[in-house]
């Protein structure tokens, strides 16, 4: 199993449509949680960080589910200019004490006129 | 800030040719990570340092791989020799706070 899987779509869908994406990680231990957006030809950019009693930024809503091992992404009234790759992000300790950084694969939205 | 800083921003080269790659981090970030980008494999970790130690290379794909941090505000990856396999797009990373903030990449074309 993967450390953390995500569905990598696509997702196409219409403007003004509320999407959802939802990632899984494997490690119980794993303490950060942060969602990435990813332009063609781009770097990774910090979209926002997840905890567990949720939080939003605009049309933008995470939450995380540490029972379940899950954190989810909505968007609400999608915007052709949400189209991007979205990456879920987790962050946790090594046997070391070092700071283990492991992202999903990523989620391909796209926003049709 | 300027944030994390690479260059070159594009690097062609012949097969068999020494590749060098460098990364400015954000001053005061204690990580620094190295990752490649193809379409086929994703978002790879090659290594990443800790204060300027490395921590991790496991993900460094060959020996013909190399990096170094000789300080906090530089970082150099390396290839020798490169091959057509290793074109890519290889970022760095640096991060505080469990945070990681990117840098914009250089598109390695290996000929």
């Known amino acids: 199993r993967k450390e953390v899987e995500q569905d990598p779509g696509p997702f196409n869908v219409p403007e003004g449509a509320t999407v959802a994406f939802n990632c899984t990680y494997s490690?119980?231990?794993?303490?950060?949680f942060f969602w990435y957006r990813q332009d063609c030809r781009k770097e990774p950019k910090l979209l926002m960080s997840?905890?567990?009693s949720g939080n939003e930024d605009g049309r933008f809503t995470a939450q995380l589910n540490r029972a379940s091992q899950y954190i989810s992404l909505l968007i609400r009234d999608s915007k052709l200019s949400d189209s991007a790759t979205y990456l879920c992000v987790v962050n946790g300790r090594d046997s070391g004490g070092y700071q283990k950084v492991t992202f999903g694969t990523g989620t391909k939205l796209q926003v049709i006129p | 800030d300027a944030g994390v800083i690479q260059s070159p921003r594009h690097e062609v080269t012949e097969m068999g040719q020494e590749v060098t790659l460098r990364c400015k981090p954000i001053s005061g970030h204690d990580y620094l990570f190295w990752y490649r980008q193809t379409m086929m494999r994703g978002l790879e970790l090659l290594i990443y340092f800790n204060n300027n130690v490395p921590i991790d290379d496991s993900g460094m794909p060959e020996d013909r791989f190399s990096a170094k941090m000789p300080n906090a505000s530089f970082s150099t990856l390396k290839i020798q020799p490169s091959e057509p396999r290793d074109s890519a797009v290889y970022f760095c990373a640096s991060s505080l706070d469990r945070k990681l903030f990117f840098g914009s990449g250089t598109q390695l074309s290996v000929l």
């Open positions: 490690n119980s231990a794993s303490q950060s």
């Open positions: 997840v905890y567990s």
